[in-house]
């Protein structure tokens, strides 16, 4: 069976599309020469699927009593994980991966009403500190990132959570954060891109905004595809992402749902750089980070449009972000 072209999109290794269109986007714009023996993201492609030669896929197998009951003797001792963390906040949802200490994913709901800053709700108030929900040796700690080189980068930001100085308090919890490039991304390009995610907000009446970390696998010199990257803390503890998602659904007055999803390498990016260069499929977010988005919006058939069509899909500089560049023009 041949797929077509457009199908086999869907069907991508590891995620290593999400990485090709936005890196090379990401490349194009910059317009940096590549160094001998750099990582360079390619599309892998897995095979078409052979039909079973009893026809159509069966049904998983239910498990038996029986089969419960032999678990139970060959797992005496209990059942070693992998836990991830489920954690509620005030104004977030977290799912935490204890080996890389960071979050799975981060998910929040926008409205023009949460967005109102409430008096007394001040960002200095507010200090970083380390998640008591998650056992100690699987905590990141705030030493990890002591002159580590990244940022300790906020996944849901303490902008979208002016309502309540508790809620905004726990955006600052280690486990809503990740190691993210300083200067050029986490404190410039990321931050336009929260900022648009705010900004939607003035056309849509609900705005969800799912948030974490990727880990991408590249090509090197000799062919092969790895992935690799830096691990910070002493002991080394906390992973450092290739790249970061953005998953994002919107609902405006008459009921209607749009959707767009972004991938951004953990780089310096200029300001210059259209955000649609890093536009990539929902799908290929989930096949990147094994999770499934608005998989009960599929179960009820709604129509889901695309978001940048809607509106337009562009960074959006706050109003410290447009002084500074004015400031930075006037040197």
Request: net charge positive.
């Amino acid at each position: 069976m041949t797929i077509p072209v457009a199908e086999r999109v869907t069907y991508l290794v590891g995620g290593a599309a999400v990485g090709v269109v936005s890196y090379a986007a990401y490349q194009k714009f910059t317009q940096k020469p590549r160094p001998a023996g750099a990582m360079v993201p390619s599309v892998v492609t897995a095979p078409a699927a052979t039909p079973s030669p009893g026809g159509p896929a069966s049904a998983p197998p239910v498990r038996s009593l029986d089969a419960i009951e032999k678990a139970k003797t060959i797992l005496p001792f209990g059942f070693p994980g992998p836990v991830n963390d489920l954690l509620y906040r005030n104004a977030y949802v977290v799912s935490y991966n204890r080996r890389d200490r960071n979050p799975n994913w981060v998910a929040e709901h926008l409205t023009a009403a949460s967005l109102k800053r409430q008096e007394g709700v001040e960002r200095g108030n507010s200090t970083f500190v380390e998640d008591k929900a998650i056992p100690e040796k699987f905590r990141a700690r705030l030493s990890d990132y002591y002159r580590s080189g990244f940022d300790r980068g906020h996944m849901v930001p303490a902008a979208d959570v002016k309502f309540d100085q508790t809620a905004m308090n726990e955006t600052f919890i280690m486990s809503n954060i990740a190691p993210q490039v300083g200067e050029g991304f986490n404190r410039d390009y990321w931050a336009h891109v929260e900022t648009f995610c705010r900004s939607l907000t003035q056309k849509f009446e609900d705005v969800y905004v799912f948030t974490g970390p990727l880990y991408l696998p590249h090509q090197e010199a000799d062919g092969k595809f790895y992935v690799k990257y830096q691990v910070i803390g002493n002991p080394p503890n906390v992973a450092v992402p290739t790249h970061f998602y953005k998953v994002i659904m919107t609902r405006n007055k008459q009921g209607h749902y749009h959707s767009a999803a972004f991938v951004l390498p953990n780089a310096v990016i200029p300001d210059s750089t259209p955000l649609e260069a890093f536009r990539v499929p929902v799908d290929a977010v989930e096949r990147g980070a094994g999770l499934t988005f608005f998989d009960h919006l599929r179960e009820k058939d709604s129509v889901v449009g695309d978001l940048c069509r809607e509106t337009k899909c562009q960074i959006v500089l706050s109003r410290f972000h447009e002084a500074k560049k004015l400031s930075d023009g006037k040197k």
